[in-house]
């Protein structure tokens, strides 16, 4: 029996709403991509992930972000996309490998000023349409998993609904995007972004047979989503990408934290999502993929 695993990436708000457009743009189309046994959000995908096997209905959580009267609110950072940008890269600077980065990056977010745990929290509080996490088999999901990154060793979290954590608490951590959100105390730990280890964590979905990937930002020169599609592939999965198209990255733009974007992202993704569901229908919804 094929076993399908569904991966959400990163990329803030407007990240949220594309993936949301694209997702109810296929099920349009004839691709309905919710029936998976393994599902994968980090950061943004974390929210799509949770709202997604939460069992609210695409129709409503399109809607969450194409009206403005059920769309949440958001806050605003208060360091803006700049400085935040120079704090990351900082963060590089000296780094011997990959983990002292992630924990360089942690330590400048602890450091960063940010609004409050609990002002945050209100936020993903308010995005969720259930705060449960999803039992096995329901909205088609049997596993759930979110990414974080311990903010004072760089070594990834990943929590589930075994893990003793709560879904809000998991998701926000996922989603404290260093220097513009304050990392999440979890179990007297502090935990930031799960982008910082990469900003798929497709790996994640070893031993499915078929991996629909979302990929919101594509960072020009970085291979790490090529890398993971390679050693899924090794292990004999099919892998499809799902990327912005033109029209979709640009009502995305510059900022994937600007709340503003929503409504063009989803219906740009909407869009994306009806054009490209026969191309997936095969793909993901046949017993036997193409060849």
Not at 119 to 143: F, Y
Not at 184 to 202: F, H, L, Q
């Amino acid at each position: 029996m094929t076993r399908r695993g569904r991966v959400f990436g990163g990329g803030g708000v407007a990240g949220v709403a594309w993936q949301t457009g694209v997702l109810t743009g296929l099920a349009a189309g004839g691709a309905d991509v919710r029936d998976a046994d393994l599902v994968v959000g980090t950061s943004a995908g974390a929210t799509v992930a949770a709202q997604l096997t939460g069992g609210a209905p695409l129709g409503e959580l399109f809607a969450r972000q194409v009206d403005p009267a059920l769309q949440v609110p958001e806050l605003a950072p208060l360091l803006d996309a700049g400085d935040r940008m120079a704090l990351v890269l900082d963060a590089y600077d000296g780094a011997v490998d990959a983990l002292d980065v992630r924990r360089r990056i942690g330590a400048m977010a602890l450091a960063a000023p940010t609004v409050t745990e609990a002002e945050r929290r209100a936020v993903i509080e308010a995005r969720l349409p259930s705060h449960d996490w999803p039992r096995a088999g329901a909205s088609g999901a049997s596993a759930l998993r979110i990414v974080a990154v311990d903010a004072a060793t760089g070594v990834e979290r990943v929590f589930g609904p075994a893990s003793g954590v709560a879904l809000v608490d998991a998701v926000a951590a996922s989603c404290a995007v260093p220097g513009a959100w304050p990392p999440v105390t979890v179990d007297g730990r502090r935990y930031i972004d799960g982008g910082v280890r990469t900003a798929e964590n497709a790996d994640l979905a070893t031993g499915c047979d078929r991996v629909l990937i979302l990929q919101v930002v594509v960072v020009p020169g970085s291979t790490d989503l090529d890398d993971q599609i390679a050693a899924l592939r090794a292990r004999g999965a099919r892998v499809r990408v799902v990327r912005p198209n033109g029209a979709a990255a640009a009502a995305i733009g510059p900022d994937v934290l600007d709340p503003s974007v929503r409504e063009a992202a989803a219906r740009a993704g909407h869009a994306q999502g009806v054009r490209e569901a026969a191309a997936l229908t095969g793909f993901w919804c046949a017993d036997v993929p193409p060849s």
